[in-house]
């Protein structure tokens, strides 16, 4: 079946550091691929998605590019701040209803 | 913004009792999911439901569990008899059928 592995944490960074949390996927076909967050105490929000081979998802300063020949998919962001301490979940998606199989998360502790 | 609830937010039982975990997805939406994570491990998908019955479970989602969606708002997760191995963070997730699943805040059930 599919699987995603997502890098261990928790990653400890200052403030305006850059961040890569590394993602990678097995799975038949071309799944969608996403990045959720969990703040604490809060549930998963999505935070980008892409849907096919070399697509870009964005958000508020986070990127992560789906790469089909190295089935990855990394988050990554330029300055990190103190308020995007939390979990971060790589995620993939078969088809439209499907189920999503998750990673297991990368706890980000970001220190002022 | 519509947003998915769950009650309660934390749960504890005695092994062998029953509990009901509820959830209320976002109005519009037409298909329901739980999954649940246990500390430390990753999200894992136990059912989704569409049409007012189960459309996919997983291997996790034995004779123990059963979804319901019991008026026009609620859907719930009950566990006949819990075991230990039940602790876990359960989350309700619904969408209208687009990739993207709204996700609740959790219930946390502790069996004791």
């Known amino acids: 079946g599919d699987s995603v592995t997502q890098m261990e944490g928790p990653v400890t960074l200052s403030e305006e550091a850059f961040l890569t949390i590394n993602c990678t996927y097995t799975?038949?076909?071309?799944?969608?691929l996403f990045w959720y967050v969990q703040y604490p105490g809060e549930g998963l929000q999505l935070l980008l998605k892409?849907?096919?081979?070399?697509d870009k998802g964005s958000n508020k300063g986070f990127e992560a590019t789906y790469r089909k020949e190295t089935t990855s998919f990394h988050l990554e962001k330029g300055s990190v701040q103190v308020s995007d301490s939390a979990v971060y979940f790589c995620?993939?998606?078969?088809?439209?209803?499907?189920?999503?199989?998750f990673g297991k998360g990368t706890m980000l502790l970001v220190s002022p | 913004e519509p947003e998915v609830t769950q009650t309660p937010s934390h749960q504890v039982t005695q092994m062998g009792q029953e509990v009901i975990l509820r959830c209320v997805p976002i109005?519009?939406?037409?298909?329901f999911y739980w999954y649940r994570q246990i500390l430390g491990q990753k999200v894992e998908f136990l059912v989704s439901?569409?049409?007012?019955?189960?459309?996919?479970k997983s291997e996790i989602f034995d004779d123990q569990f059963s979804v319901e969606r019991p008026d026009g708002s609620n859907f719930t997760l009950k566990i006949r008899s819990t075991k230990l191995e039940d602790s876990a963070m359960y989350f309700c997730?619904?969408?209208?059928?687009?990739?993207?699943?709204?996700f609740g805040p959790g219930t946390r059930l502790t069996v004791t």
């Open positions: 997730a619904s969408t209208a059928g687009s990739y993207e699943q709204y």
């Open positions: 109005s519009n939406h037409l298909y």
């Open positions: 995620a993939a998606l078969n088809s439209g209803y499907s189920t999503l199989t």
């Open positions: 892409a849907t096919k081979a070399d």
């Open positions: 799975a038949t076909g071309y799944p969608s």
């Open positions: 439901f569409y049409n007012n019955e189960i459309s996919e």
